[in-house]
């Protein structure tokens, strides 16, 4: 006989994580033993693999689970593992958490930054999280996708369900109270969210924006953090720069704007003044244009860097003034420097990616405005040199600039006094800069060129400050430039 009690229903398995190739990516294997991944015309080796593992790798196609070499002790799971991590180092992965019977995807990880990868903190049953301040969800096509300017990953949700349960999550809930009802996520996709902050723990606050965070975060508004994520390289996987996406879609618009009916006043007869041609300014601005190569064998001297730096960018002055909040503001510090800034607040700086100077050492460095001194930054060689990849490649040049001029901003500087504008307001500020970069240069006998991009993730690493306290907003390539042919 058997004993009375109460009846357990079967224990289901939760949902796996499994690592499958980017739909782009194909693996092809060489008879030497070796595997490239193949996309969007370019191939990338991988390294040499036993043929038991290149026969497993075929099943990336499709997905396989972590458990099945994460833990294991077998060569070939090792060398899987090898695999998947450097597929991932690449951005070349994309992780799928499926459904309950695992024929179907209920969420897909798609990697924004090239080294993600899928982590599941423990979440405690008195745990309370909440969505991040920053997360939206929005349609892409036919999918669902939830993202954040924070995360590392974007998440296509496959499942209504999740999606419902995602939104109750505006508001703090505990771990425990979820688990109860029903379309509860599971904890496997609650523990990825965490990890990517797009949801975060609840520690006694309310979860209102001074909870999510540093002091910095709390400075930043959703859609200023959203544009500069999402305009720049390094945490976002999307396509960046001139790709023509729409000239198979609409004409392309005229170079200038088609004339507006009415009597127009011509300003030709009265414009011209003979102090125009004695004017140094009028000079420099025909003068001024972009210089994207360089002489190599005449390079920039320090002395020429030292003087450029002091005419454009160095602090003038100091000054304080009393911020009036019914008597009880702040004494708040000011520079003056040679070019105007919004509410003089001069949250930018400037770091020098150096790769031929006279006098200077190659490397990286920060100009010390106040002090008019370098300050060099121990980056290391592989990260400088993608970061003058970046700027041939933008510029379309075989070489890099003699100087790679990146301006940042102190984003907390701004955004402490201004609300929604703020990030408007630093690229305003970038914009006069990179002009006043331009008429130096040229007045000196120089050559620039303004960049319209950089990697916030990579500046980031070079410099060790979180790319939400202090990130590249503007490029500017600096040196003697070559003559002609």
């Not at 370098?374 to 970061?387: N, S």
């Not at 006069?432 to 303004?450: N, Q």
């Not at 916030?456 to 430039?481: S, Y």
């Amino acid at each position: 006989m058997r004993a009375s009690g109460k009846k357990r229903g079967r224990k289901i398995a939760p949902p796996a994580i499994a690592a499958r190739l980017n739909a782009r990516v194909t693996l092809e294997a060489q008879a030497d033993g070796s595997i490239a991944a193949c996309f969007d015309g370019y191939s990338a080796g991988l390294g040499k693999f036993s043929a038991e593992a290149i026969d497993r790798a075929q099943g990336l196609r499709t997905g396989l689970p972590f458990d099945r070499f994460a833990s294991s002790s077998r060569n070939a799971d090792e060398e899987i593992a090898l695999l998947v991590r450097r597929l991932a180092q690449r951005g070349l992965l994309e992780y799928r958490l499926e459904d309950r019977s695992g024929e179907k995807d209920r969420v897909v990880i798609e990697p924004q930054v090239a080294d993600y990868w899928p982590q599941t903190p423990e979440l405690g049953s008195a745990e309370t999280i909440v969505l991040s301040r920053f997360a939206y969800l929005r349609r892409r096509g036919n999918d669902m996708i939830l993202e954040s300017p924070r995360a590392g990953a974007s998440f296509k949700i496959c499942d209504s369900k999740v999606a419902s349960a995602i939104a109750a999550l505006a508001a703090p809930q505990k771990i425990s109270r979820l688990r109860r009802q029903a379309g509860f996520p599971g904890l496997e996709l609650l523990g990825l969210l965490v990890d990517s902050k797009i949801l975060f723990k609840v520690g006694g606050g309310d979860g209102r924006r001074a909870s999510e965070g540093d002091e910095n975060l709390v400075l930043w508004d959703f859609h200023d953090l959203l544009f500069h994520t999402h305009s720049t390289e390094g945490r976002q996987a999307n396509p960046l720069g001139g790709l023509y996406p729409y000239a198979d879609v609409i004409a392309p618009p005229p170079a200038v704007r088609p004339h507006l009916p009415g009597k127009k006043i011509d300003l030709d007869p009265v414009s011209a003044t003979t102090a125009e041609a004695n004017s140094p300014y009028v000079k420099l601005i025909s003068e001024r244009h972009s210089t994207r190569d360089f002489d190599d064998q005449q390079p920039i001297t320090l002395a020429e860097l030292a003087h450029f730096l002091k005419r454009t960018a160095r602090v003038q002055s100091h000054w304080t003034s009393k911020l009036d909040l019914d008597g009880n503001g702040p004494d708040v510090a000011f520079t003056t420097r040679p070019y105007p800034g919004a509410g003089s607040a001069y949250e930018l700086e400037l770091y020098l990616a150096v790769a031929n100077c006279e006098g200077l050492e190659r490397g990286f460095y920060h100009y010390d405005a106040d002090r008019h001194a370098l300050v060099p930054i121990a980056a290391g060689a592989q990260e400088l040199e993608l970061w003058f990849q970046g700027a041939e490649y933008a510029m379309d040049v075989a070489a890099p600039p003699q100087i790679l001029i990146t301006i940042a901003a102190r984003f907390n500087r701004i955004s402490w006094k201004y609300s929604s504008i703020a990030y408007a307001l630093i690229l305003k500020d970038v914009g006069v800069l990179t002009e006043m970069l331009y008429m130096m240069a040229t007045d000196m006998g120089l050559g620039g060129c303004a960049i319209g991009t950089s990697n916030i993730d990579l500046f980031a690493k070079m410099t060790g400050i979180d790319f939400h306290i202090e990130g590249p907003v503007g490029q500017f390539a600096l040196g003697r430039g070559a003559k002609p042919a």
